[in-house]
């Protein structure tokens, strides 16, 4: 197992904000950078930047360098190189290897319509199968399962049985890595301590954790942010084509970040220059204060 960056320490806190380049910064990912920024910096910590950038067929051209752009705009200035995640791929497969060899993932020649025919989850059919991984899809091998976890602002999570207990993909059939692989072994590697993120991916967490424990690997903590969506179960997303933030309201659109999750910023700030409320946010985050719920409906 590679180990954590030398960075990590026990005492320090590094969290992350981890975008996917599939198009530019919108007020649903604004309040997900805002919140772990936040986070990280009340907490005098690490805040780490990452470009998930492993699914090209989503991915739009110069995203990523239009993210990063946005965030220096907003203030949210990140420590340490930014990291993509399509450069690690060497690290991805011995990490494969190394579960290959203990006998923790195997190939799998099921395609989603057979799946869909048995109910929409993968029953191990090709466990025992030993097929040649050659143009297959590679699943993690899961025995026992995450049935629930503890987040610091949804409280105890439960996961239905037959999700906790599914051998999930790990390497696509087309060669790219799974998401939930690729998230996992970075947290790892760059010893992220609590990861802050929206909640639309609360479930997949606990398939990170399971992995996580199978590589021996510290565990981080968990705040899964509430979703600004339009109405109840339509998030804010560039798949529903969300707009970009405006590089020209800065402040007012930070400090209704700010009040979306909770944090009460005096109204005077809203014409106080981005860095003088940055400061205030700092100061005064608090996670208590910010909604326990997975969805707010934007007014």
Excluded at 10 to 38: D, E, K, V
Excluded at 177 to 194: C, K, P, R, S
Aim: proline share 6%; net charge negative.
């Amino acid at each position: 197992m590679i180990p954590p960056s030398k960075d990590s320490s026990a005492h320090h806190y590094i969290g992350r904000f981890a975008p996917s380049p599939s198009g530019p910064l919108h007020f649903g990912s604004l309040i997900a950078a805002l919140g772990s920024y936040l986070q990280a910096k009340s907490q005098q910590g690490s805040w780490l930047v990452r470009i998930e950038d492993i699914d090209p067929p989503r991915e739009v051209a110069g995203a990523d360098q239009a993210i990063l752009r946005s965030l220096e705009q907003y203030g949210l200035h990140w420590d340490q190189e930014v990291r993509y995640q399509s450069q690690q791929s060497d690290y991805y497969e011995d990490v494969i290897a190394e579960l290959k060899q203990r006998g923790l993932c195997y190939a799998c020649q099921c395609t989603r319509a057979q799946i869909k025919q048995q109910g929409g989850l993968y029953l191990g059919h090709c466990r025992q199968l030993g097929l040649d991984p050659q143009d297959r899809a590679i699943r993690l091998q899961v025995d026992k399962g995450v049935s629930a976890f503890i987040d610091k602002l949804q409280g105890e999570v439960s996961i239905p049985h037959n999700m906790a207990t599914e051998d999930f993909i790990i390497k696509r059939k087309d060669g790219l890595f799974a998401y939930n692989l690729a998230v996992t072994l970075d947290d790892i590697q760059q010893g992220i301590t609590e990861v802050v993120r929206g909640a639309d991916l609360l479930l997949p967490t606990a398939r990170q954790i399971g992995l996580m424990q199978q590589l021996k690997a510290p565990v981080p903590d968990y705040v899964h942010l509430p979703l600004a969506v339009t109405e109840p179960g339509f998030k804010l997303s560039k798949q529903n084509h969300a707009p970009a933030i405006s590089d020209l309201d800065v402040t007012l659109t930070t400090w209704q970040a700010l009040a979306f999750l909770g944090q009460q910023p005096p109204p005077e700030l809203q014409s106080s220059g981005q860095q003088t409320l940055l400061n205030w946010a700092v100061d005064h985050w608090s996670l208590d204060k910010v909604a326990h719920q997975e969805e707010i409906i934007l007014s």
